[in-house]
């Protein structure tokens, strides 16, 4: 199986302020096709999950520009260039290049 | 926009059949641009791909559970099911339906999930 390694597990964040996440896979997640098969998602506060990022830099539809997705191969990063208020919850990366998918053992933002 | 939506069995004990149901609105279990999965959280640990079904038929199942898991497909009813037998308190989580875009891959991310439902197991 796929190895999602995320860093920090918690990080406390300032409104205004940029944060960044970090995801490791133990493989590379680029699908015979060319497109990496990295994703991020944001669970809120007693909510089911949200789809943030697809294809490692790909924002879903409706979710702000403030949220960015890079990275290639192995090594990804999720950036929020001004944390928000709304934005506390736990963050996680998942691959999707083969199955069984896994995810990342998730980071907790929450607001200092 | 297309909704999912969990039903089903909440509170099992030892040894009996997990059985939950997946409920699609604004969308077809038949269609070719969705693999319909299962995917759980235990309490305070990571989530778990449990398994998906394509097109009514094909299925994929993660190893670590394979030899417990049926995902099936109604399309009268336009749902999809999860049984999971002989069940223990390790299987105790919140299980969510999801629906994955059928690109390359049959499984690539999963949008939209249902708001889940926890199954507890319990003597």
């Known amino acids: 199986d796929i190895v999602m390694t995320q860093s920090p597990l918690s990080l406390p964040v300032t409104p205004g302020e940029p944060a960044s996440i970090s995801c490791r896979s133990s493989q590379s997640l680029v699908y015979s096709n060319g497109n990496t098969y990295l994703a991020w998602y944001l669970q809120k506060p007693g909510q089911s999950p949200q789809l943030l990022i697809y294809?490692?830099?790909y924002r879903a539809p409706g979710v702000p520009d403030r949220f960015s997705g890079s990275g290639s191969g192995t090594e990804f990063t999720l950036k929020i260039s001004r944390v928000e208020a709304e934005d506390v919850g736990v963050y996680y990366c998942?691959?999707?290049?083969?199955?069984?998918?896994?995810f990342g053992g998730g980071t907790k933002v929450d607001i200092k | 926009q297309m909704q999912l939506q969990e039903s089903g069995s909440r509170l099992l004990k030892p040894s009996e059949t997990l059985s939950l149901t997946c409920a699609i609105s604004a969308g077809s279990v038949s269609s070719g641009a969705y693999s319909w999965n299962w995917i759980r959280q235990p309490p305070g640990k990571d989530f778990e791909w449990i398994g998906y079904?394509?097109?009514?038929?094909?299925?994929s199942y993660n190893p670590s559970l394979k030899t417990r898991v049926t995902i099936s497909a109604d399309r009268s009813k336009n749902h999809f099911s999860l049984s999971l037998n002989s069940v223990t308190a390790a299987d105790t989580a919140v299980y969510y339906c999801a629906g994955s875009k059928v690109g390359a891959a049959l499984v690539g991310w999963f949008d939209p999930w249902g708001q889940g439902i926890l199954a507890t197991v319990s003597s």
């Open positions: 998942m691959q999707g290049v083969e199955t069984p998918i896994t």
């Open positions: 294809f490692a830099s």
């Open positions: 079904i394509y097109q009514t038929g094909r299925t």
